[in-house]
């Protein structure tokens, strides 16, 4: 019989080396997002708005392939190991999500 994880709200200890490149990826996405606000506020063309949400948009993108492999590689792989075979629904659920 396969074991039933109860625990509601996962969690995840990732290395400080993990830790500090999202958290610094995450940063510089929040600098270019205040960024865009200021150029809306300071009546920039729209063209060039439509520039900086492209790289935005560009910077979530690569931050979610990262966040995705790491957890491929460690979450998705351990539980799998630990014969959680729903973990590759959630993982297909999750790319469903992600493709729309």
Do not use: W
Request: proline share 1%; with cysteine; net charge negative.
């Amino acid at each position: 019989m396969e074991e039933k994880r109860e625990c509601p709200h996962k969690t995840k200890e990732r290395s400080d080396k993990e830790f500090k490149d999202l958290i610094h990826r995450l940063n510089r996405i929040e600098g270019q997002v205040r960024g865009i606000k200021r150029m809306v506020e300071d009546d920039a063309y729209c063209t060039d708005i439509l520039i900086q949400v492209s790289a935005v948009n560009s910077a979530l993108n690569s931050f979610n392939k990262v966040l995705l492999a790491n957890h491929i590689r460690t979450c998705v792989a351990d539980d799998i190991r630990a014969g959680h075979e729903e973990t590759i629904d959630e993982l297909v659920a999750t790319l469903q999500k992600l493709m729309k």
